[in-house]
């Protein structure tokens, strides 16, 4: 609460109310409370309340409650702040990913921002229409390959019932981010922008219920600065765990194509859950391997038929996870010039 005037202020009222996923209010108590603030002053209130047997949040069931917080103070119009928010648990049992109690498996898609004419400036629209095709072809999980998705993509994963791996923006981070050893830092000039960035995605993306994984960073040399990184994250939100986009084996075991039987063969042991969170790579529709698409549009045809045998073993076992294919959509723009 921020009293942004030069007088102190007093009688100030803060309330906050709880709807169920039917917009019914739900009789709660210690979420109300009254305060007085001095010239310009800043105040932080930590409220909290039990809600008994609420529902739960999963991919199958998307239930969305809503918090509604409203300021009043004498003289001043009252403010509100509206915020949807989902119950659901995140615990790993042995090498077992678990939602509520219960195992999962993710079968979902690495997905950009992207649209053929507005680049990575996507719309609403273009983002809820994204995870409504999601749906709609029986996928229940989204990795934000390589950065915090526009936040549409996680309104309407919300709602809509999508599991997310939502990915820190670190890229292909080489050795001035991390040594190949954990013990050793890197370039510490980098540790403040590391730690800003990491904080960022927490604090914008942790009251979405669709939000199953962190991911720290994709394809990087782990260590020093991205180790830095996860120890943020956990910090600040330990209800979930961490992945490192096959980077390093965290609190998941993350890896990218290929997604084959010796990959299954190399993962049997781990002693973690492993999600092959960028896989079962198609022929992509973007750069030079779109001319080749153009000349032969068959190229995708029979893409699946080799998928079987490691998608059947990914199957049989809770200690594997699931597995995004690479990609959601061509990554392809019409800019002015090219191709």
Same mark, same amino acid.
Request: proline share 6%.
């Given at each position: 609460v921020a009293n942004e005037q030069s007088k102190p202020v007093s009688s100030v009222q803060l309330g906050v109310s709880l709807l169920d996923p039917a917009g019914r209010e739900i009789s709660v108590s210690g979420l109300n409370t009254n305060l007085s603030l001095d010239a310009w002053q800043t105040h932080s209130i930590k409220l909290a309340a039990k809600v008994p047997s609420p529902e739960k949040w999963s991919a199958e069931s998307p239930a969305i409650y809503t918090l509604k917080a409203r300021l009043t103070a004498p003289g001043q119009p009252p403010s509100c702040v509206e915020q949807p928010f989902g119950f659901k648990q995140v615990k790993i049992v042995g090498r077992t990913y678990t939602i509520n109690g219960q195992p999962v498996k993710f079968w979902g898609a690495c997905r950009h921002d992207a649209e053929p004419l507005a680049g990575r400036a996507i719309s609403k629209e273009t983002a809820w229409r994204d995870i409504e095709l999601m =749906?709609?072809?029986?996928?229940?999980?989204?990795?934000?390959?390589?950065?915090?998705?526009? $936040?549409?993509?996680?309104?309407?994963?919300?709602?809509?019932?999508?599991? !997310?791996?939502?990915?820190?923006? @670190?890229?292909?981070?080489?050795?001035?981010?991390?040594?190949?050893?954990?013990?050793?830092?890197?370039?510490?000039?980098?540790?403040?922008?590391?730690?800003? %960035?990491?904080?960022? %995605? !927490?604090?914008?993306?942790?009251?979405?219920? &669709?939000?199953? #994984?962190?991911?720290?960073?994709?394809? &990087? !040399?782990? *260590?020093?600065?991205?180790?830095?990184?996860?120890?943020? #994250?956990k910090q600040s939100d330990p209800s979930r765990p961490e992945s490192a986009g096959q980077s390093a084996n965290l609190d998941i075991a993350t890896y990218h194509n290929p997604?084959?039987?010796?990959? +299954? =063969?190399?993962?049997?042991?781990?002693?973690? $859950?492993?999600?092959?969170?960028?896989?079962?790579? +198609?022929?992509? *529709? @973007?750069?030079?391997?779109?001319? *080749?698409?153009? +000349?032969?549009?068959?190229?995708?045809?029979?893409?699946?038929?080799?998928? @079987?045998?490691?998608?059947?073993? +990914?199957?049989?076992?809770?200690?594997?996870?699931?597995?995004? #294919?690479? /990609?959601? /959509?061509?990554?392809?723009?019409? !800019?002015?010039?090219? *191709?």
């Open positions: =749906k709609g072809a029986n996928l229940n999980a989204m990795r934000t390959s390589h950065y915090p998705p526009n $936040p549409e993509a996680l309104n309407a994963a919300d709602h809509l019932g999508i599991y !997310v791996e939502d990915e820190a923006p @670190f890229c292909w981070a080489n050795q001035g981010w991390a040594n190949r050893t954990r013990n050793v830092v890197g370039d510490l000039r980098l540790a403040p922008l590391a730690v800003q %960035l990491a904080s960022e %995605l !927490v604090e914008r993306d942790r009251n979405h219920p &669709s939000v199953s #994984i962190w991911s720290v960073c994709n394809e &990087s !040399v782990y *260590g020093g600065n991205l180790d830095l990184v996860r120890s943020t #994250i997604t084959s039987m010796q990959r +299954i =063969k190399d993962t049997a042991d781990l002693q973690m $859950p492993v999600l092959f969170d960028e896989g079962f790579c +198609i022929f992509q *529709g @973007f750069g030079a391997q779109a001319q *080749g698409l153009e +000349i032969d549009p068959g190229l995708r045809d029979y893409w699946v038929t080799v998928h @079987f045998e490691p998608l059947q073993a +990914i199957l049989r076992d809770d200690h594997y996870l699931g597995a995004m #294919i690479w /990609a959601w /959509a061509d990554d392809a723009f019409l !800019v002015p010039g090219r *191709g």
